[in-house]
């Protein structure tokens, strides 16, 4: 039977969930699991046969569903208050409770950080490691400020002890050939993923969609079926009618709102098409390198997060030009004030919105509307 994107997409979903309680009927997985943050390098998870869950993804997740209210009051009352980051109070108020859209996702054996993301990511883990008092690991990548040669060999130092680790946990041995194939698959599928995203700016794309089907490079990347996914979206992607050029190009600067049902401010947009976002380019990593942990340091070591300041600013202006917007809008948001960005070297008129992806009580839509009013009207006689 050919394969179509929705019988690819279908597939991913049903693998991923599979073990989640509310489908799993009290039987154990038949892999050990590990709970991991979003920038982990789960090619070797995949290799040595471990299954692993991301709780930020699950936490969005909730919230698409309109569940995350009660969970958040939850993760309140239990100690995990509402001025952290909501993705973890979601997340919690769902263990808490023990129910979530899809169920809970199984047990940890171990829980794996990393610091390439998010300061708060490693101080969340740590709650989850005392509540399950499994083992937690950290992985430090330096970023690119530090000496590549010197960062190279530190964080391929952590990769070979991450794996004598996994292989201790899962009773498998590295097949590093195995390995390498799951990088060349995490690579095809970003290129595959640039190439649709590449899209955005000239055709009639629903941000919704990229905002959604990112969800698969994030958690299958290294799955063959992902990169063969996004090849065929990249297909259909160029078939589209042409953007509509009677509406002004919007940059989207910041996360999605899971709660939304278009996940961006859709009633307050009319007049505006979203031409850009640089939460869909956040997992473009770079495969690069003359061998496998050469190309899983440049992956995981230069995440957009990890760049120095310069390099962002960079990064996100030639974002901002290539996607033709004439104004942005940039998102404030309560959860991770540390990751902020705003377009500062590009004269791109702009509105700054306080608000959150994951708690709704964040937004407040006629104050939107006010705002992006008066981007319209700068963009319009500017």
């Known amino acids: 039977m050919a394969q179509t994107i929705i019988r690819i997409k279908t597939g991913l979903m049903k693998e991923y969930y599979r073990d989640f309680s509310k489908y799993a009927k009290g039987r154990l997985p038949e892999k050990k699991v590990a709970w991991v943050t979003a920038f982990t390098p789960v090619e070797i998870l995949e290799a040595l046969g471990i299954s692993y869950?991301?709780?930020?993804?699950?936490?969005?997740?909730?919230?698409?569903?309109?569940?995350?209210?009660?969970?958040?009051?939850?993760?309140?009352?239990?100690?995990?208050?509402?001025?952290?980051?909501?993705?973890?109070?979601?997340?919690?108020?769902?263990?808490?409770?023990?129910?979530?859209?899809?169920?809970?996702?199984?047990?940890?054996d171990v829980l794996i950080a990393t610091n390439n993301q998010c300061n708060t990511l490693p101080v969340w883990w740590n709650v989850l490691a005392s509540r399950y008092k499994v083992p937690l690991i950290v992985l430090d990548y330096p970023g690119e400020a530090s000496d590549t040669k010197a960062s190279l060999e530190y964080v391929t130092l952590?990769?070979?002890?991450?794996?004598?680790?996994?292989?201790?946990?899962?009773g498998n041995r590295l097949d590093l050939s195995k390995l390498e194939e799951l990088t060349e698959n995490s690579r095809r599928s970003v290129e595959a993923w640039n190439k649709v995203i590449s899209y955005l700016p000239v055709k009639d794309i629903k941000a919704t969609t990229l905002f959604d089907d990112i969800n698969f490079l994030i958690t299958a990347r290294c799955r063959p079926e992902t990169a063969e996914l996004y090849e065929m979206m990249a297909e259909e992607t160029e078939k589209l009618d042409a953007a509509d050029k009677e509406k002004i190009p919007l940059f989207w600067l910041g996360y999605p709102l899971w709660y939304h049902n278009d996940r961006y401010l859709s009633e307050c947009l009319s007049d505006f098409r979203i031409a850009g976002a640089n939460y869909i380019t956040w997992w473009s990593l770079d495969y690069s390198g003359d061998d496998v942990f050469e190309r899983l340091y440049n992956a995981y070591d230069r995440t957009f997060l990890n760049l120095k300041q310069s390099s962002r600013d960079r990064r996100l202006s030639e974002l901002i030009k290539a996607s033709g917007a004439a104004g942005a809008v940039v998102l404030h948001n309560k959860s991770c004030k540390?990751?902020?960005?705003?377009?500062?070297?590009?004269?791109?008129p702009q509105v700054e919105l306080d608000i959150d992806m994951i708690d709704r009580r964040y937004l407040d839509?006629?104050?939107?509307?006010?705002?992006?009013?008066?981007?319209?009207?700068?963009v319009c006689t500017g």
């Not at 952590?158 to 899962?170: D, V």
């Not at 839509?365 to 700068?378: C, G, M, N, S």
């Open 365 to 378: 839509v006629e104050r939107a509307k006010e705002r992006i009013a008066l981007l319209k009207e700068t």
């Open 158 to 170: 952590q990769h070979k002890e991450l794996i004598s680790r996994m292989e201790e946990l899962s």
């Open 338 to 348: 540390c990751d902020f960005v705003s377009a500062r070297n590009v004269a791109l």
């Open 53 to 108: 869950y991301y709780p930020e993804s699950y936490a969005a997740v909730i919230a698409a569903s309109e569940k995350e209210q009660e969970l958040l009051e939850e993760s309140d009352r239990n100690g995990l208050c509402s001025d952290c980051c909501s993705y973890s109070g979601c997340f919690n108020g769902c263990l808490d409770l023990e129910e979530g859209p899809r169920g809970v996702p199984p047990k940890p």
